[in-house]
Structure formats: structure tokens, C-alpha cells
């Protein structure tokens, strides 16, 4: 359901919020066997990855931490500026533990590749990602994560935690932008 008022700034609709349950539910499944027994602390990545991080830990059935960090690449654009900056770090210590990184999309690479190398220099016992979204036809930098929800076309996309401008975050599916809406510039 796409709201009317937001209907004509979509192109089409690319994923359902019944199609978006059911992977984060299959992917949960795999996290759930891979981490039995482990403790486990999820890394959500804001803003993009609140509603990601938000159903798959009520989804896992495994006790888990969760922490967040905000970084950001692309300010109010649809295209990366190429440097991240740490906007808010982490509260927890990553020293021994098993970190799951939580994204809403891997699109350059470029935000998960620096988000990598800078966990990984903290001393976590392993540090691996679920993605809901990847773009391989985007890809600039190798990033290798463990759960993929779903490979799209390389289309700018918005809702479920995704933005244009700070808008579309709340749509309850994914859907590709209209070009019309960010060749018009914002009053
Ligand atoms: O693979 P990349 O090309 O680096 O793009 C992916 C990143 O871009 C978006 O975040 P953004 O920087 O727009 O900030 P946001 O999460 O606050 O929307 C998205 O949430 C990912 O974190
Ligand atoms: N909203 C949005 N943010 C992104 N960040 C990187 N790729 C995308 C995308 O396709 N849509
Ligand atoms: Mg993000």
C-alpha cells in the first residue's frame, strides 16, 4: 500500500511489505543457526536501518544487544559524496564480541567497506552484515556480506527506512523515485 499522497513519486513499487516479512524471516533463520549459542550484538547503521533493525531483532529468537551508529555519505542527494563521516558512534565496547552489522542497502559499497575497517580495528571476535538490499550493478567497493535480502536494479530507491531528502523513510514497501521529484528543486 502506497500512500495516495506519495503514489505519483514513485515509479513502480519494487517490494511489498508482505515480500520484505517474509525474507527478513528466512534471513533470521540463517542468523539464528549460524549465532546459536554465541552472544550476539547488532550494529544498526542510522538512519537508513531503523525499520530493518527494528523487525529482524523481534524476529530473531536468540538474545542480542543492539547499538547503533550513525554515519552518513550522501547528505541530501541521491548520489554519494565518497566520504563517511561519524555523525554518532557506537556505546559498546566491540572488544571479543560477534558483531552483525545491520544495513538497509548496499549501493557504492563505499559506507560498509569504511564501516568494516573501522570495526574491525576495534577487536570484535567477528564482524559480519545483514543487508536488506544490494545493488550489484552499484557496486564500487568489494564489501562480501554474509545476508542479502534482495539484489535490485540499480535505481535509486525509497521507504522502508530509505529516504529521499529525509522523506519516504515511513513507506511500508520499497519503491523506485520518480526522476521528476529530484530534478525539481525543493521550495
Ligand atoms: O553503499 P553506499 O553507496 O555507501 O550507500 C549505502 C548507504 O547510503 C545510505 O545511507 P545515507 O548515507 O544516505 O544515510 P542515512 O542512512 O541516514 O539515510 C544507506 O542507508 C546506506 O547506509
Ligand atoms: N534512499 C536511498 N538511499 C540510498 N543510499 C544508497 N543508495 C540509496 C538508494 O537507492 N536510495
Ligand atoms: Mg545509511
Known amino acids: 500500500m502506497i500512500p495516495a499522497d506519495v503514489e ?3 515509479v513502480r513499487l519494487l517490494l511489498t511489505e508482505e515480500q520484505i516479512r517474509g525474507r527478513i524471516a528466512e534471513m533470521c533463520r540463517e542468523i539464528e543457526r549460524d549465532y546459536a549459542g554465541e552472544d550476539l550484538l547488532l550494529v544498526g547503521v542510522l538512519r537508513g536501518a531503523v525499520m530493518v533493525m527494528a523487525d529482524l531483532a523481534r524476529e530473531l529468537t536468540l ?11 550522501y547528505g541530501s542527494g541521491t548520489k ?5 563521516r561519524i555523525l554518532k558512534d557506537l556505546d559498546s ?3 571479543d564480541r ?3 552489522i545491520v544495513e ?3 549501493d557504492s559499497g563505499l559506507t560498509l567497506s569504511w564501516l568494516l575497517d573501522n570495526l574491525r580495528s576495534r577487536g570484535p571476535a ?3 552484515v545483514a543487508a536488506l538490499l544490494r545493488k550489484p550493478d552499484a557496486m564500487k567497493m568489494r564489501v562480501d556480506p554474509r545476508y542479502i535480502g534482495f539484489d535490485i536494479p540499480n535505481e535509486f530507491v525509497v521507504g522502508y527506512g530509505l529516504d529521499y531528502a529525509e522523506r519516504y523513510r515511513n513507506l511500508r514497501g520499497v519503491g523506485v523515485l520518480a526522476p521528476h521529484v529530484y530534478s525539481t528543486p525543493s521550495q
Not at 554519494?80 to 563517511?84: E, H, M, P, Q, R
Open 80 to 84: 554519494s559524496s565518497g566520504v563517511v
Open 98 to 100: 560477534h558483531v552483525l
Open 93 to 95: 565496547d566491540l572488544h
Open 104 to 106: 538497509d542497502i548496499i
Open 126 to 128: 567477528s564482524v559480519e
Open 8 to 10: 505519483n513519486d514513485l
Open 63 to 73: 538474545p542480542i544487544e543492539m547499538d547503533w551508529m550513525a554515519v552518513s555519505s
